[in-house]
């Protein structure tokens, strides 16, 4: 078939064991906060900082990761992350004591920042430049079709019985995933360029800290998930604060979403083919602010819901694009530890509340024009880094 053919097989199976493995996760860890209140009687604090840890360390552990991705291997990283993640959430079952579920928590989250540029990285190895951008079009898709599907069948398997349950199959679908991945690897050659072998964790940190143009990219992500991150905290709060039967409506709303993602992700991806990168990533964010705007004029329902439709597409505009452009700067031998790099942009998802509820309590009436300001800024960024670009190769391919 035509359609399956545009792909190598390998990045084909490493779409579908994104769906596989995300909705496994999605199984677990949307319902982990009532999980540790419900079954560990942990505080709220304590629940915080559980849930805290595992962004914090996927955003530090992404660099990480990357470097030891390039240097040893995309496979032999892919296979030892995806047992390590298995045996974590057999841990989440078993542990009582909220203390070793914290550490639990952080080696979530440092699994997921070395097995994502991992994976992506395989998968760029095995696409050629011109089809990459759908590739992460693609990747994007899968992970919202798992969105969908994993939460629904964590509420259903922890209604039939024990919540612990869901954890142990979420450990079990990894580690089937793993079994198959071994299969995998043996049929397919992996090749990659490799870091030079005497080339330091810290000397590649410093040439990646010196390249203007992927600090320029982190700068205008961060923001962009500053804004992004409202979505999951102040969204539901303000409109519990102003709509009757609030919560409903924000039920609603994610599902809006999910549903706004998968009819419109390939139509809009198949669209942004035929323009430049930094134009596709610059009506997302005008998308992404203008959704926001929407928001703070609503006063009903329906305000809500246009509001959110509007910030969808962005989302479905501006989310493949940050990675496409990371991985279009990065030097062949140092895609995985750029790709890793760029986690270093969930510093915003990880701000985002804390300044989204500061605005809350003071100025509610402003807290969605100031964060539409704030994601607009991210365009001056990101046409720092495509000047930057300009000025030391010459290239103009973004403008086109």
Known sequence: MPFLSYFHPIVWIILTGTIFTRIASFMT???????????????????????????????????????????????????????????????????????????????????????????????IDFTEPKKRRRLFSFRYTAINIAAVIGPLCGVLISGMSSPKVPFFITALMYAIYGVFLIFLFKKYEMSQQKLAENQTIFQVFKVVIMDKKLLYLLAGGILINLGYSQFDSTLPQYINLNIENGVKLYSYLITLNAIVVLALQLPIGIYTEKISIIRSLIWGIIFFAGGLFVFGLAHSSWGFIAGMVIFTIGEIFAFPMMNALIEEIAPATQKATYLGASQFKNLGGFLGPIFGGWLLVHFEAQLYFVVALIVLISIIFYRKALSEKISHTGDRSYHQ
């Open 29 to 123: 860890i949307p319902f982990m906060a009532i999980y540790l209140q419900n079954e560990l009687g942990a505080s709220p604090l304590m629940i915080g900082v559980t849930l805290g840890v595992a962004q914090l360390s996927a955003t530090v552990g992404g660099f990480i990761g990357g470097y030891f991705t390039d240097k040893l291997g995309r496979k032999f990283i892919i296979l030892a992350t995806v047992f390590i993640w298995s045996a974590v959430f057999i841990g989440f079952a078993t542990v009582h004591v909220i203390g070793l579920f914290i550490v639990l928590s952080a080696i979530n989250g440092l699994c997921r920042s070395f097995f994502e540029p991992a994976t992506q990285a395989l998968m």
